[in-house]
């Protein structure tokens, strides 16, 4: 595909207090200005100015930070908890996640409640659920990498799974 024109915009889902246009505009500044290096370092030293555009992305209450900090450092500890199932025989399975999140609803925000993938798995609505939000995850990956050729075949059988689920 020949690209003549760039448009930014943000992922679905996300909601940020300017526009898509000048948060790109400004990463190709900060790229530009930093020969070619870019890194959430860069752009939180930038944004450190009040009158940096990118300044009302971040929360700038410590107190509230270091909050939101630690919230996401349970989110992490919670994804990062593998299961392996051990057979009579000794063989052992796997490691998988053992606790995972459904999106509610379809609604495009933090998801907070953790459930053991066991439970999800041995009940039909949830493990349906499941199955479809893992899918739209892979999706999304896809879409991020459209444009690279070697993955065409992911991309297909993607598409394949998605229409086979739907049935």
Request: aromatic share 8%; proline share 4%; glycine share 4%.
């Amino acid at each position: 595909m020949r690209q003549s024109a760039k448009k930014f915009q943000f992922k679905k889902g996300v909601s940020l207090p300017i526009k898509p246009k000048d948060v790109g505009q400004e990463f190709e500044r900060l790229k530009k200005a930093n020969k070619g290096l870019l890194n959430p370092r860069i752009v939180l030293r930038s944004a450190k100015p009040k009158g940096s555009i990118l300044h009302k992305c971040f929360q700038w209450n410590d107190s509230e930070a270091a909050e939101k900090y630690r919230l996401s450092q349970a989110s992490h500890l919670l994804r990062s908890i593998e299961i392996v199932y051990v057979g009579d025989d000794g063989k052992k399975s796997l490691p998988a996640r053992a606790f995972v999140t459904l999106i509610e609803e379809g609604i495009c925000k933090p998801r907070s409640n953790y459930m053991a993938i066991a439970e999800v798995l041995n009940d039909k609505e949830l493990r349906a659920r499941y199955l479809s939000d893992t899918l739209s995850e892979y999706e999304a990956l896809s879409r991020r990498n459209v444009n690279i050729k070697e993955f065409t075949t992911i991309h297909n059988a993607i598409k394949r799974t998605r229409k086979r689920i739907k049935k």
